[in-house]
């Protein structure tokens, strides 16, 4: 293993093997460090404040750990003080030092790409608009977001509130501004669900973080409060800290809404700190943003969910990346994000399928996207498509039918009724079927009782032929044309 493979921890891990085109995935790998940290002491390593006092935030420190050409780091300069850096040592072991392309890498490092972006805008979802009072977004009828602070363990280069996060100073007091979103949530009681974000809200001093967290359990009409962190990502020492699990247990209705993209960042330190969430009776779900270079591809995509729900976090959203200053070079197209939707229902537990969405500009929301499952429609029925390409009629009411059988080919003669299914070539399920059917067939005709594969009776013991469905209905859907 080589110096670099030693330091990523990249060296000798398995390769995901492909059979029948299923992954073998592993569990979370072994804990890495970069060599600059090597001699670190476990304790201090752990310790989620030597995390952050030692985190990279200038380039002048980027230049000393990777490589850069003298124009990127021109160019990284000029944005340095538009965009806020900071990766603490943990999350900058995770990367690849010796891929310039490397997906942690893309996530966290200044790129002359963020001065390229052709179509961006500083508040891509109109959140500031639909503000009634300062930090408070009410956008749907049942649910506010509450920006709590602009401090982050990590910027992450496509946040969509580089607006918020950009900003200078300390917000460290309990400010009258605090106090009215309180107030607001207070007098609403059509708000059910809180969701508290930021920059990210478990950077907040705990007498500030305790203050949110219980005024807002304290108000009847709220069922839910979410957590919106990345910090169980970026340094989840700090969630070693049992003070602050015990804050977040305390509120009682509190759900963690995670931010994971790739694979590589579900660790031995987030399944640690996933147990502890759990232990403390919070449910975990994760966000991923769908980024060119980090998880926009099937593979890539279905190791990271397979990655969370080892560690007991349910997939709940894929984002669209948002059209956010400095973001351009991750967007990809919502053609690609369907292709990867279309790879995941049906060939991955149901548990592992996050919705698809767009956070729609003005205000519009979180509009979800799905491949085209209904195919077509009468008023007796639909035609359905599942993942294998097969096309269904489904009867939804229990009524006569009305439309005449006329003669007719493919999908319209599943709506006439006069077919029920249509299968593709080379289904592996029908296969699997039909080699149980003659294994069936095959036990039966050594025990002396049962049909052949056509369907032809084996004679009893006593001379009569013993009634046995045929292969077909064993088969539950029609023979294929050519199989008889």
Same mark, same amino acid.
């Given at each position: 293993?080589?110096? @670099?493979?030693?330091?990523? /921890? $990249?060296? +000798?891990?398995?390769? #995901?093997?492909?059979?029948?085109?299923?992954?073998?995935?592993?569990?979370?790998?072994?804990?890495?460090?970069?060599?600059? *940290?090597?001699?670190?002491?476990?304790?201090?390593?752990?310790? *989620?404040?030597?995390?952050?006092?030692?985190?990279?935030?200038?380039?002048?420190?980027?230049?000393?750990?990777?490589?850069?050409?003298?124009?990127?780091?021109? %160019?990284?300069?000029?944005?340095?003080?538009?965009?806020?850096?900071?990766?603490?040592?943990?999350?900058? @072991? $995770?990367?690849?030092?010796?891929?310039?392309?490397?997906?942690?890498? =893309?996530?966290?490092?200044?790129?002359?790409?963020? %001065?390229?972006?052709?179509?961006?805008?500083?508040?891509?979802?109109?959140?500031?608009?639909?503000?009634?009072?300062?930090?408070?977004?009410?956008?749907?009828?049942?649910?506010?977001?509450?920006?709590?602070?602009?401090?982050?363990?990590?910027y992450c280069r496509f946040c969509t509130r580089k607006r918020?996060?950009?900003?200078?100073? /300390? *917000?460290?007091?309990?400010?009258?501004?605090?106090?009215?979103?309180?107030?607001?949530?207070?007098?609403?009681?059509?708000?059910?669900?809180?969701?508290?974000?930021?920059?990210?809200?478990?950077?907040?001093?705990?007498?500030?973080?305790?203050?949110?967290?219980?005024?807002?359990?304290?108000?009847? &009409?709220v069922d839910v409060i979410r957590i919106g962190t990345r910090?169980?990502?970026?340094?989840?020492?700090?969630?070693?800290?049992?003070?602050?699990?015990?804050?977040? %247990?305390?509120?009682?209705?509190?759900?963690?809404?995670?931010?994971?993209?790739?694979?590589?960042?579900?660790?031995?330190?987030?399944?640690?700190?996933?147990?502890?969430?759990?232990?403390?009776?919070?449910?975990?779900?994760?966000?991923?943003?769908?980024?060119?270079?980090?998880?926009?591809?099937?593979?890539?995509?279905?190791?990271?969910?397979?990655?969370?729900?080892?560690?007991?976090?349910?997939?709940?959203?894929?984002?669209?990346?948002?059209?956010?200053? /400095?973001?351009? &070079?991750?967007?990809?197209?919502? *053609?690609?994000? $369907?292709?990867?939707?279309?790879?995941?229902?049906?060939?991955?537990?149901?548990?592992?399928?996050?919705?698809?969405?767009?956070?729609? #500009?003005?205000? +519009?929301?979180?509009?979800?996207?799905?491949?085209?499952?209904?195919?077509?429609?009468?008023?007796?029925?639909?035609?359905?498509?599942?993942?294998?390409?097969?096309?269904?009629?489904?009867?939804?009411?229990?009524?006569p039918t009305t439309v005449r059988r006329t003669p007719t080919?493919?999908?319209?003669? =599943?709506?006439?009724?006069?077919?029920?299914?249509?299968?593709?070539? /080379?289904?592996?399920?029908?296969?699997?079927?039909?080699?149980?059917?003659?294994?069936?067939?095959?036990?039966?005709?050594?025990?002396?009782?049962?049909?052949?594969?056509?369907?032809?009776?084996?004679?009893?013991?006593?001379?009569?032929?013993?009634?046995?469905?045929?292969?077909?209905? =064993?088969?539950?859907?029609?023979?294929?044309?050519?199989?008889?």
């Amino acid at each position: 293993m080589n110096e @670099s493979e030693e330091r990523t /921890g $990249l060296g +000798g891990q398995r390769v #995901p093997v492909m059979e029948c085109g299923i992954e073998e995935d592993e569990p979370p790998g072994k804990p890495r460090r970069h060599p600059l *940290w090597r001699n670190v002491p476990k304790k201090q390593w752990d310790d *989620w404040r030597w995390q952050s006092q030692n985190a990279i935030r200038s380039v002048r420190q980027l230049r000393e750990l990777l490589p850069f050409t003298p124009q990127e780091l021109e %160019a990284m300069g000029e944005l340095e003080a538009e965009f806020k850096l900071a990766i603490p040592p943990y999350y900058f @072991s $995770l990367i690849d030092v010796d891929d310039p392309n490397d997906p942690i890498r =893309l996530q966290s490092v200044t790129s002359p790409l963020e %001065a390229n972006s052709s179509y961006e805008l500083a508040d891509p979802l109109d959140e500031d608009k639909d503000s009634p009072v300062p930090g408070i977004t009410h956008r749907y009828p049942d649910r506010v977001l509450m920006v709590t602070t602009h401090v982050c363990t990590m910027y992450c280069r496509f946040c969509t509130r580089k607006r918020a996060t950009m900003v200078r100073g /300390g *917000w460290d007091a309990i400010s009258r501004d605090d106090e009215r979103m309180i107030d607001y949530i207070r007098e609403h009681p059509e708000i059910r669900d809180v969701i508290v974000s930021g920059g990210d809200p478990l950077t907040l001093p705990y007498n500030k973080l305790r203050f949110f967290l219980e005024n807002l359990r304290d108000i009847p &009409h709220v069922d839910v409060i979410r957590i919106g962190t990345r910090v169980p990502t970026t340094l989840p020492q700090k969630l070693y800290d049992k003070e602050l699990i015990d804050i977040l %247990a305390a509120a009682e209705k509190v759900w963690i809404q995670m931010h994971f993209n790739h694979p590589r960042e579900i660790t031995p330190e987030v399944a640690r700190v996933c147990k502890s969430l759990l232990r403390a009776g919070m449910p975990l779900n994760n966000h991923s943003v769908l980024l060119k270079g980090v998880n926009d591809d099937l593979a890539t995509m279905r190791q990271l969910l397979r990655a969370l729900l080892r560690v007991k976090i349910r997939p709940y959203y894929i984002f669209h990346c948002d059209p956010v200053t /400095g973001a351009g &070079h991750f967007r990809t197209s919502v *053609w690609k994000g $369907l292709e990867i939707l279309e790879g995941l229902r049906g060939h991955m537990s149901g548990l592992a399928i996050p919705t698809y969405v767009v956070d729609s #500009p003005h205000g +519009g929301g979180k509009i979800p996207l799905m491949p085209n499952y209904l195919v077509s429609a009468s008023d007796d029925a639909v035609v359905l498509r599942n993942f294998e390409g097969m096309l269904v009629r489904y009867q939804a009411e229990d009524k006569p039918t009305t439309v005449r059988r006329t003669p007719t080919r493919g999908v319209s003669q =599943l709506l006439t009724g006069a077919k029920s299914v249509l299968m593709p070539e /080379g289904s592996e399920r029908m296969a699997r079927r039909r080699r149980s059917v003659r294994t069936i067939a095959a036990q039966r005709r050594s025990n002396g009782c049962g049909p052949d594969v056509n369907g032809h009776a084996a004679g009893r013991g006593d001379g009569r032929a013993e009634s046995r469905p045929r292969m077909e209905e =064993l088969l539950s859907l029609p023979v294929l044309a050519g199989e008889r």
